[in-house]
C-alpha cells in the first residue's frame, strides 16, 4: 500500500456530491500512475447501501466499505472502528476526504494517537463564513470543530485547499503557520461531450445542487424572476435538505408561473443531459449572507466547462478570474449585480457564446487535469509524509 484514503460517501452513491466525486477522480487519477491504495468509505447511499462490486476506482485500488446507519449523512456505523484502525495502522501515509464527518474525524485521531503522517482536504468545511455560522448558532458543533477538529488538523502534514477564501478559513482558525496546500481540484475532461449551441427559443439556466440555504438559489430566483424574459428558463436538478428553505423555493417556482422546473436528483446521464440543453450554470452560493458560502470550489463549474457551458458565479468562491479566461461571468453578493449579469447573459450572441464555450473547455483541459493536480497533491502527501520536518506548503491559487 502507497496511501490510504478515507472517504464519508464514494461513488456510485447517490445523494452526497461533491466530496465523494472529488474523491473518486483523485483516486482514479493515482490509480492510472499505477500507485496502490486502500479506501475506506460507508456504504451509504440514498437509494440503498452500496456493494463492492459497484465501486469502480482503478486498478490497485482496494476498496473496504463498512456498513452505515443512524447518521447517514456523517457516514456513522460502528464498522468503520476497526477498518480505519487497521488503515491507519498499516498506512504508510493516509490522506481524508472532508472534516467533521464520523470517518474522517475517527482518521485524524487514529493517525495522531499513532502518529501517522495524514493530509485532510477540508472540502468547504473550513470556509470562513461557515465556521463563523458554526460558532455563532450551532454550538455543540462548534465544540466538537474545537477539541476534535481543529487539534487534529493542526497534526497534519497539511491541509488541502482549493480556493484562497477557503485557505484564508483555515489559516484564521488553524494560526498563520498553518501548513497549506492550495491545488484546485481535477476532473477528466475526456469523460465528457462538447454539447452544440442550444437552438431553443430564450435563454436556459441550469442549477445543480442540494436546495438550501448555502447554496444560494433562492435568492438568485427572487433576482431572475425580476429581469426574465418571456422565453427564458430555468432548471433546478438537486435534493432537498431544509425543510423550511425548500418550501420557500416551492413558493418562488409557483411564482414563475412554469418558467422554472424542478427535477429533484437526477442520475449522471440526466446531468449531462440538462447541461447539453442550457445555455449557462449557474452557481449562487454565498448569495444569501444568512446561509454563508460553503461552496469553496463547486466541482460542477468545472464539470459544466468540460461540457462546454459557460457560466455564472458568485463572487469570493475560487473562480473570481473566471471572466479573465472569457469563459462566464461573475456576479457580487447582491440582487442588483446578479441582474446586470443576467442581462449580459441575455444579449449575448450565438458568436460570443460559442467562444465562452471554448474557452471553459480549453481552460479545463490546461489547468485542471485530474492527472496532473493529482500529480502534485501526491508529491506533498509522500514528500512531507517522508519528511522529518513538517514544512509550510503552497501551490499557488486556481486564479492568480
Not at 118 to 134: C, K, R, S, Y
Not at 174 to 191: C, F, W
Not at 306 to 326: F, I, S, Y
Request: net charge neutral.
Amino acid at each position: 500500500m502507497d496511501v490510504g484514503i478515507v472517504t464519508t460517501h464514494i461513488p456510485p452513491a447517490k445523494g452526497y456530491g461533491g466530496v465523494s466525486v472529488t474523491a473518486a477522480v483523485l483516486t482514479k487519477a493515482w490509480a492510472e500512475r499505477g500507485y496502490n491504495m486502500v479506501l475506506v468509505a460507508s456504504d451509504e447511499s440514498t437509494d440503498g447501501p452500496l456493494r463492492l462490486e459497484d465501486v469502480r476506482l482503478g486498478d490497485g485500488v482496494e476498496v473496504k466499505l463498512y456498513p452505515c446507519y443512524g447518521f447517514r449523512r456523517w457516514g456513522f456505523g460502528l464498522g468503520a472502528i476497526p477498518e480505519l484502525f487497521k488503515l491507519c495502522v498499516q498506512a504508510p501515509v493516509v490522506y481524508i476526504h472532508g472534516i467533521a464527518t464520523w470517518p474522517s474525524t475517527l482518521a485524524a485521531v487514529f493517525c495522531t494517537v499513532l502518529r501517522r503522517p495524514f493530509m485532510v482536504a477540508a472540502h468547504g468545511g473550513l470556509m470562513p463564513e461557515h465556521v463563523a455560522l458554526i460558532r455563532q448558532h450551532k454550538p455543540h458543533k462548534w465544540l466538537f470543530y474545537k477539541w476534535l477538529t481543529f487539534p487534529t488538523l493542526r497534526r497534519a502534514i497539511a491541509v488541502h485547499c482549493t480556493s484562497n477564501t477557503e485557505a484564508q478559513g483555515a489559516r484564521e482558525v488553524l494560526g498563520e503557520g498553518s501548513r497549506i496546500l492550495l491545488v484546485p481540484n481535477g476532473i477528466a475532461s475526456r469523460d465528457f461531450t462538447i454539447a452544440p449551441y442550444p437552438t431553443r427559443e430564450g435563454l436556459q439556466l441550469c442549477f445543480l445542487g442540494h436546495i438550501q440555504q448555502e447554496k444560494g438559489i433562492n435568492a438568485f430566483i427572487r433576482a431572475w424572476l425580476k429581469v426574465r424574459q418571456p422565453a427564458d428558463r430555468l432548471v433546478v436538478a438537486g435534493r432537498s435538505v431544509d425543510g423550511a428553505y425548500f418550501q420557500e423555493f416551492q413558493a418562488l417556482v409557483g411564482q414563475a408561473q412554469g418558467a422554472i422546473r424542478y427535477q429533484g436528483y437526477l442520475e449522471r446521464g440526466e446531468v449531462l443531459e440538462l447541461l447539453a440543453a442550457s445555455h449557462f450554470l449557474v452557481l449562487p452560493s454565498g448569495l444569501e449572507e444568512a446561509g454563508g458560502m460553503r461552496e469553496n470550489f463547486g466541482n460542477v463549474v468545472a464539470e459544466a466547462m468540460a461540457a462546454g457551458r459557460p457560466v455564472l458565479v458568485a463572487k469570493g468562491l475560487a473562480w473570481d478570474g473566471l471572466e479573465a479566461t472569457g469563459a462566464g461571468f461573475i456576479f457580487d453578493r447582491d440582487e442588483a449585480s446578479v441582474c446586470d449579469v443576467l442581462r449580459k447573459a441575455q444579449t449575448l450572441g450565438r458568436l460570443a457564446w460559442e467562444q465562452m464555450s471554448s474557452n471553459g473547455r480549453d481552460y479545463v483541459e490546461q489547468q485542471l487535469d485530474a492527472v496532473k493536480l493529482g500529480d502534485k497533491v501526491w508529491q506533498a502527501l509522500t514528500e512531507c509524509g517522508q519528511a522529518a520536518n513538517h514544512i509550510p506548503l503552497a501551490e499557488g491559487s486556481l486564479y492568480e
